[in-house]
């Protein structure tokens, strides 16, 4: 049973460029949830998505937006990199009505030089 | 507002010692979850525990236990016999019911000394 995968494991970009990240849930699970983790920091919430729709936002801008596929993997993009994107980002899943678990994967490390 | 606090930024002891780690919660909510994370160098957040608001009852799983106190907002987790493959980062987390956003402490980084 595969668990939640995301690629790629590292990044790095310049500020001003765009980037894609991409999540896999673990099987069974039809709900994303995407995190940054700042060095030292512990995760905050970006984003969720429930069937292939935004369904809650945190205090991030416009700069960052996803999707969710019918097979319910995900992509986290974020514009205009700046320099204070530089983190790990974190996805994670669980069926949503089921379980209130959320599993997470092993992140992918952007840095913004 | 909900918060998770995590005093203590970093914690070393040899090992075999038994260790606990503290986190305070804010919420107004009557129905939520608590969870404990753990996330070692590799960075990957392995679950631990998910505690509701009506469960106060302590749980242990191996050495590790833990102690949920809504009279004091405390979720605090003991390592027993601690060993150097627990040294990681562990976070405390604080979630409303069917809200799904999971709010994270800072983190606690624990050190097992050989």
């Known amino acids: 049973d595969a668990g939640v995968t995301q690629s790629p494991t590292h990044l790095i970009k310049t500020r001003g460029q765009q980037v894609t990240l991409r999540c896999s849930p673990k099987?069974?699970?039809?709900?994303v949830s995407w995190y940054q983790q700042a060095l030292g920091q512990g995760p905050q919430f970006i984003f969720q998505?429930?069937?292939?729709?935004?369904?809650q936002r945190g205090n991030f801008p416009d700069r960052f937006s996803g999707h969710q596929f019918p097979n319910y993997s995900s992509e986290l993009n974020v514009n205009a990199l700046l320099l204070g994107d530089s983190a790990l980002y974190l996805c994670?899943?669980?069926?949503?009505?089921?379980?209130?678990?959320?599993?997470f994967g092993p992140g992918t490390r952007l840095t913004v030089l | 507002a909900q918060k998770v606090t995590q005093a203590q930024t970093e914690i070393s002891v040899v090992e075999k010692e038994d260790v606990t780690l503290d986190c305070v919660y804010e919420?107004?909510?009557?129905?939520?979850?608590l969870f404990w994370y753990k996330q070692p160098p590799s960075g990957e957040l392995v679950f631990l525990i998910r505690?509701?608001?009506?469960?106060?009852q302590n749980e242990i799983s191996g050495r590790y236990s833990w102690n949920f106190q809504k009279s004091t907002s405390s979720f605090n987790f003991t390592i027993t016999a601690s060993q150097v493959v627990d040294s990681a980062v562990y976070f405390c987390?604080?979630?409303?019911?069917?809200?799904?956003?999971?709010?994270f402490g800072k983190g606690t980084r624990l050190h097992i000394l050989p």
């Open positions: 994670a899943s669980w069926l949503a009505g089921v379980t209130d678990t959320q599993y």
């Open positions: 099987s069974g699970h039809d709900t």
């Open positions: 998505y429930y069937e292939e729709e935004e369904r």
């Open positions: 919420t107004r909510d009557t129905t939520y979850y």
């Open positions: 505690r509701n608001s009506f469960d106060e």
């Open positions: 987390a604080l979630m409303r019911w069917r809200d799904d956003k999971i709010i």
